[in-house]
DNA sequence: TATGAATGAGCATTCATTCAT
DNA sequence: AATGAATGAATGCTCATTCAT
């Protein structure tokens, strides 16, 4: 006669916030090993021991989930950058370091990453998104030191920025693919990328790719299309 | 099997082939309108006044007929690159070619390229795939280019090609990322995508920016890993 | 407990009532505006500035808050009914404001009605509860008229008066229909039903209609099972 | 190593039509049992012995074969009514026939009434489907016997017949509530309802109520509003 | 060769209600 | 009296693929 029903236990109470990263940091874990499509909200919510319309408190859907999570990233990702860019002796070092630290981020968060380029930028609510608009600011860095570059002098004064900021970003997405596809992952960080990648290396070789053009120097008279000037430089080393 | 009917060998070939055709037409024409998840093997069949199971008679799975779709394109741009490349008096000329005609493909289908980086670019099954195999002979036809300027002492000598390559056609992909996703399009062709894309002055300046940093020149001596050298050099290879 | 505030004995009493009241208006006006499966608690709550469990206060359930709102309504639609139909001059008039009356309750507030014929009336918790009660004394009222009416002398003496009252009823129901289900809403109250209820025209229409089939008279001999009585009967009862 | 997956067993390859028979039959059982929203489409296939997917094969939603079940019942409610009508030799017989006829509907699907009654005429969509024009056709009969009667002058000459119909059918409607609402069911047919329907009787009663107060007579002079008409009166049997 | 009937797994989402604080 | 975090059940629908005819 004693009810065959169990007493419905409840998960502990937790305070708002806490609630909310616990899903955010459950949910990327999840993204990350399985992807966006293959995680199941009732997955989500295992994992924390509540059910799923706890989530669905504090998370209207699925994909705004996918997005707090991506923004969260990248709300990390911009850390110290201002300081850490101030802290550099010239324009090249700057963009040295936006490239080396984009690489990190690739190595170590290949399949967030993927979520960007496969569940995000590919759909169409990504345009107008905050996600867009914070990764417009994150590769506005690199355009920005592009800009004080020229205005410095270090770098030649007729150079497409936004286009040399495809060039960088599209270029360390294009190189990482293999990577980024076949990275293994364990809370949502990089556990072994089939062949990892020198990022030091990498970082070295893209800058000077991309300096070798845009550096002010004496070019070939026959190939330039820009005039040489005779700028003292003192901080091309 | 003593059929009065005269033996006509081949035309249930040909038959095949138009069928198979046929078949592949209206799938890029459907995939491209309204993307591969969103189209239904139903819908192909009834484009062509057909029933799913015939579809499946010349094609295992539908993801067979979106690789297909995809090496039928991919065939198409190889077409004359090989003669048309030796037209060309330098190897800047050819690299410009190259980039040039890319993004052209970009620009004519762009919701062909959109297929490749999301349907098929991002799935495991892509490593090892013809379809990745053309791709790698698409574009190795850039590192080829390079290597041969390199040999001919047009390019610097020590050049990383394929992350040159990765620069080249990941910076068009990321530059070309809002067009790829906002175009529309009729019959698999470009109609009017948001803001077209002006690849006449973007292969300039693509050009103009990566051989600015691999065309032998004086290189400012601190800055430079490679010796510049002084020759003029008739850029035939 | 020895307090220096006042006793103010029955304040909470009426804190309490008042908000009731809040809760029932403001369910109302949901439940009018947007139907009541498509009215959350939550959305009363917020209404009110309120959280749902403080709603749970004072109703157990959402369906006792509807029958609460509509309670509410019978209640007012008893209003001075009593009076009114006493002030009449005849049975025939008492007929008329009942049907006037009943047509006003309709054409004001549509969408209580049909919250009563759709969420109520047409659930097996209905019968036997108090809005049933409510409705039945509320239908009630034009069976004493009629019965008034026939002892009266006014009307036929073998009339199954609770099927003219279905009659009546039920066809001011079937004929508001598409007006009931059309009509927009603010506050509860009617703001512009297409193709507004003429009631007054209405009202007269089916009062002679009904009457000319009850009301004393020559009948044609052939087809009335009644006599015909000849006694013009000054209509005062 | 034999496959655990159990091989695939199709149900009976069905014609069409007769599949889709099947299921409009098994709907129209579960949904008279349990209610629309209380039926699930898995129950309905189960019920067949297939799987949901050939319901949805056949119709697109649910609410579509709710409606398909009502259609269904409406056209075999026409049935031979034109040829009945024809047969009677009054109007007010033709009268009587139409609400008989409705009654019997009522008595003997009830539950039907209260799917058309709930789930239907309550929706939105009601307004301008096939359900509704159906429905429009089926008491336009009513309206017509009316107005034949009016021409043929055994009616009288200014009758609102619009709202006479909905007299009739919305007080039958109202009259049959509690039956309609308690009745059990087998099979979409009635069982047992609460009180069985005494349809002979009502169509009685309710023919006599609307008729002596539309067929043309000497009415009482102080109470009718129409001219007496002394036209030639073969008709009024 | 073509047909087209049948399969069947898979999951996001809502919201009335409870109860610890 | 009020809060608000947590529960948890319940289901319509899609579509690639198979296979008997």
Same mark, same amino acid.
Request: hydrophobic share 40%; proline share 3%.
């Given at each position: 006669?004693s009810? #065959?029903?169990?007493?419905?236990?409840?998960?502990?109470?937790?305070?708002r916030? =806490? %609630?909310? @990263?616990?899903i955010?940091?459950? #949910?990327?874990?999840?993204?990350?090993?399985?992807?966006?499509?293959?995680?199941?909200?009732? !997955?989500?919510?295992?994992?924390?021991?509540?059910? !799923?319309?706890?989530?669905y408190?504090?998370? $209207?859907?699925?994909? !705004?989930?996918?997005?707090?999570?991506?923004?969260?990233w990248?709300?990390?990702?911009?850390?110290?950058?201002a %300081? @850490?860019?101030?802290?550099?002796?010239?324009h090249?070092?700057?963009?040295?370091?936006?490239?080396?630290?984009?690489?990190?981020?690739?190595? @170590?968060?290949?399949?967030?990453?993927?979520?960007?380029? /496969?569940?995000?930028? *590919?759909?169409?609510?990504?345009r107008?998104?905050?996600l867009?608009?914070?990764?417009?600011?994150?590769? =506005?860095?690199?355009?920005?030191?592009?800009?004080?570059?020229? $205005?410095?002098?270090?770098?030649?004064?007729?150079?497409?920025?936004?286009?040399? %900021?495809?060039?960088?970003?599209?270029?360390? !997405?294009?190189?990482?693919? #293999?990577?980024i596809?076949?990275?293994?992952?364990?809370?949502?960080?990089?556990?072994?990328?089939?062949g990892?990648?020198?990022?030091?290396?990498?970082?070295? =070789?893209?800058?000077?790719?991309?300096?070798?053009?845009?550096?002010?120097?004496?070019s070939?008279?026959?190939? &330039?299309p820009i /005039?040489?000037?005779?700028i003292?430089?003192? &901080? *091309?080393?």
């Amino acid at each position: 006669m004693s009810s #065959a029903k169990p007493a419905r236990v409840h998960a502990p109470r937790l305070a708002r916030e =806490q %609630r909310v @990263d616990e899903i955010l940091l459950a #949910a990327r874990d999840l993204f990350c090993e399985k992807g966006y499509e293959l995680t199941a909200v009732a !997955e989500i919510a295992l994992k924390l021991g509540v059910v !799923e319309g706890t989530i669905y408190k504090y998370f $209207a859907t699925k994909r !705004e989930l996918l997005l707090k999570v991506l923004e969260y990233w990248y709300e990390e990702m911009f850390g110290d950058y201002a %300081r @850490d860019l101030a802290g550099q002796s010239s324009h090249r070092a700057r963009l040295h370091l936006l490239i080396w630290r984009h690489l990190r981020s690739v190595r @170590d968060f290949p399949r967030l990453c993927r979520l960007m380029f /496969r569940e995000v930028q *590919s759909e169409h609510d990504y345009r107008g998104s905050l996600l867009h608009d914070l990764n417009r600011r994150y590769t =506005q860095l690199l355009v920005d030191v592009i800009e004080a570059g020229i $205005a410095g002098g270090e770098f030649r004064a007729d150079l497409p920025a936004p286009l040399l %900021r495809s060039l960088v970003y599209g270029g360390i !997405e294009h190189h990482s693919w #293999a990577y980024i596809m076949n990275a293994t992952v364990k809370n949502g960080r990089n556990v072994c990328g089939r062949g990892a990648l020198d990022i030091d290396s990498l970082a070295e =070789q893209l800058t000077t790719l991309v300096c070798e053009g845009i550096a002010v120097r004496h070019s070939h008279p026959s190939s &330039a299309p820009i /005039r040489g000037e005779d700028i003292p430089r003192g &901080a *091309s080393a």
